[in-house]
């Protein structure tokens, strides 16, 4: 018989497929759920895989390759799609892929399945980052094939005995180590604030504590390596972030999105060390990045979220986008402080070893170390360019009322405009 290799979640639609798979495709199906940090039972997800009829379910621990192959890149880039989501499920796709890959190999799978629907980015996500890594595995998405909508697969649930949990036909979520996507139910009213029901990761600011929290955070080469003075690994980090930023009630994200495939959708989400290590990494690179490096970076940053919006993680531009990131992150090193409160964070300090804050440069008061007689000099020539506009074209315009004399020294002019020919 043939092997399907399923992306398995353990929510509706992918329970519901384990059995339809195996009618419609005379298939047997391989469920796979890798873990990428979400706060589930995982051992409890493979046991109703099997109940459901899977002939083999694997749970793959990613926990430490998401953090560090794939959000630390992220970070490095500041990665916001239209600047506010952090691209938690967009992150995770291309490594969930990888490891269907990789179990479609090792059990000579003639497919691979996954649960997404006909209008997401997730349905592009799984099958561009299939087509790159391996063209010749076949894709079967039967959610999208058959139709099946949600009433449907809650109907079939019942029908057939899989268990469904309430909170996954209230919502649509999806979850990993860099945040949770909340989607459906009274969430595609984009008039109406979420109901507090939508989250589980974050109080309500209203809710959270009366006291700020301080934070130290300490990064190398762009990425954190330590909190509070305690060294961590990079999913420790993210995983202590979410927790204290939750309970701050910090990390709440509400946004009307623009999807690949040309919808606008109402997303919410909670990405409290999403948010945290974002605004930690963007000022302390203000610190230690040159001038024409920081400004020039935002125009990349924006094209490489938007390709792994896109589901492109594993294209030549996207790898040479991250390599252009690693070499500017080299002095990328020192602590932040970040302070939490009631849903905010603010960064309220910073110090590095790279730090090209010179006080005795920028200071008011007193002996500085800058000299100010220079700045003439600079400013007549920064200026010259925009001078020599404004004599040629806004003077000397006929009918202007402002009619320019000729120079005084017009023979050093005339030099000018010939040299600009
Ligand atoms: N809109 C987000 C994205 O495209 C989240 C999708 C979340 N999926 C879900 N099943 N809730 O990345």
Same mark, same amino acid.
């Given at each position: 018989?043939?092997?399907?290799?399923?992306?398995?979640?353990?929510?509706?639609?992918?329970?519901?497929?384990?059995?339809?798979?195996?009618?419609?495709?005379?298939?047997?199906?391989?469920?796979?759920?890798?873990?990428?940090?979400?706060?589930?039972?995982?051992?409890?997800?493979?046991?109703?895989? %099997? &109940?459901?009829?899977?002939?083999?379910? @694997?749970?793959? $621990?990613?926990?430490? =390759?998401? #953090?560090?192959?794939?959000?630390? *890149?992220?970070?490095?880039?500041?990665?916001?799609?239209?600047?506010?989501?952090?691209?938690?499920?967009?992150?995770?796709?291309?490594?969930?892929?990888?490891?269907?890959?990789?179990?479609?190999?090792?059990?000579?799978?003639?497919?691979?399945?996954?649960?997404?629907?006909?209008?997401?980015?997730?349905?592009?996500?799984?099958?561009?980052?299939?087509?790159?890594?391996?063209?010749?595995?076949?894709? %079967? &998405?039967?959610?999208?094939?058959?139709? @099946?909508?949600? $009433?449907?697969?809650? =109907?079939? #649930?019942?029908?057939?005995?899989? *268990?469904?949990?309430?909170?996954?036909?209230?919502?649509?979520?999806?979850?990993?180590?860099?945040?949770?996507?909340?989607?459906?139910?009274?969430?595609?009213?984009?008039?109406?604030?979420?109901?507090?029901?939508?989250?589980?990761?974050?109080?309500?600011?209203?809710?959270?504590?009366?006291?700020?929290?301080?934070?130290?955070?300490?990064?190398?080469?762009?990425?954190?390596?330590?909190?509070?003075?305690?060294?961590?690994?990079?999913?420790?980090?993210?995983?202590?972030?979410?927790?204290?930023?939750?309970?701050?009630?910090?990390?709440?994200?509400?946004?009307?999105?623009?999807?690949?495939?040309?919808?606008?959708?109402?997303?919410?989400?909670?990405?409290?060390?999403?948010?945290?290590?974002?605004?930690?990494?963007?000022?302390?690179?203000?610190?230690?990045?040159?001038?024409?490096?920081?400004?020039?970076?935002?125009?990349?940053?924006?094209?490489?979220?938007?390709?792994?919006?896109?589901?492109?993680?594993?294209?030549?531009?996207?790898?040479?986008?991250?390599?252009?990131?690693?070499?500017?992150?080299?002095?990328?090193?020192?602590?932040?402080?970040?302070?939490?409160?009631?849903?905010?964070?603010?960064?309220?300090?910073?110090?590095?070893?790279?730090?090209?804050?010179?006080?005795?440069?920028?200071?008011?008061?007193?002996?500085?170390?800058?000299?100010?007689?220079?700045?003439?000099?600079?400013?007549?020539?920064?200026?010259?360019?925009?001078?020599?506009?404004?004599?040629?074209?806004?003077?000397?315009?006929?009918?202007?009322?402002?009619?320019?004399?000729?120079?005084?020294?017009?023979?050093?002019?005339?030099?000018?405009?010939?040299?600009?020919?």
């Amino acid at each position: 018989m043939k092997k399907t290799v399923l992306a398995y979640s353990g929510g509706l639609d992918t329970s519901v497929l384990v059995k339809i798979i195996k009618e419609k495709y005379d298939s047997e199906v391989i469920a796979v759920t890798v873990d990428v940090g979400q706060q589930e039972n995982l051992p409890k997800i493979r046991k109703k895989a %099997i &109940a459901i009829g899977a002939v083999k379910a @694997l749970i793959i $621990d990613a926990r430490h =390759e998401f #953090a560090d192959s794939y959000i630390a *890149p992220a970070l490095k880039a500041n990665a916001l799609y239209e600047g506010v989501y952090p691209l938690a499920t967009a992150l995770a796709r291309p490594l969930i892929v990888k490891k269907l890959v990789d179990t479609a190999r090792e059990y000579s799978a003639a497919y691979i399945g996954h649960g997404c629907t006909g209008k997401g980015n997730d349905q592009v996500r799984f099958e561009a980052a299939i087509a790159c890594l391996d063209p010749m595995i076949s894709v %079967i &998405a039967p959610v999208r094939e058959f139709g @099946l909508s949600r $009433d449907y697969e809650i =109907e079939y #649930a019942h029908q057939n005995n899989i *268990p469904v949990e309430e909170r996954l036909v209230t919502y649509s979520l999806d979850e990993n180590l860099w945040g949770r996507s909340i989607e459906c139910g009274v969430l595609e009213n984009e008039a109406c604030e979420p109901p507090n029901d939508a989250f589980a990761w974050t109080l309500s600011p209203f809710d959270a504590p009366n006291y700020a929290a301080y934070l130290e955070i300490e990064f190398e080469a762009g990425i954190p390596v330590s909190l509070n003075n305690k060294r961590m690994l990079f999913a420790e980090l993210i995983s202590e972030l979410n927790r204290i930023g939750g309970l701050h009630g910090v990390g709440r994200i509400d946004h009307i999105e623009s999807r690949l495939v040309g919808i606008k959708s109402r997303e919410v989400y909670e990405a409290p060390a999403a948010v945290i290590l974002i605004k930690a990494h963007q000022d302390l690179e203000k610190l230690v990045l040159t001038k024409d490096l920081l400004h020039f970076k935002p125009y990349l940053e924006t094209t490489y979220a938007d390709m792994i919006y896109n589901g492109l993680w594993f294209s030549p531009l996207r790898n040479a986008l991250s390599a252009f990131f690693d070499e500017g992150q080299k002095n990328v090193n020192g602590k932040v402080i970040a302070k939490l409160f009631k849903g905010n964070v603010n960064i309220v300090g910073r110090a590095s070893a790279n730090s090209l804050y010179i006080k005795n440069l920028a200071t008011y008061q007193g002996h500085d170390d800058f000299d100010v007689s220079s700045s003439k000099g600079f400013i007549d020539i920064w200026s010259l360019p925009f001078k020599v506009n404004a004599m040629i074209n806004n003077g000397a315009k006929p009918g202007n009322g402002n009619q320019v004399h000729a120079p005084e020294n017009a023979l050093e002019n005339e030099e000018l405009l010939d040299a600009a020919k």
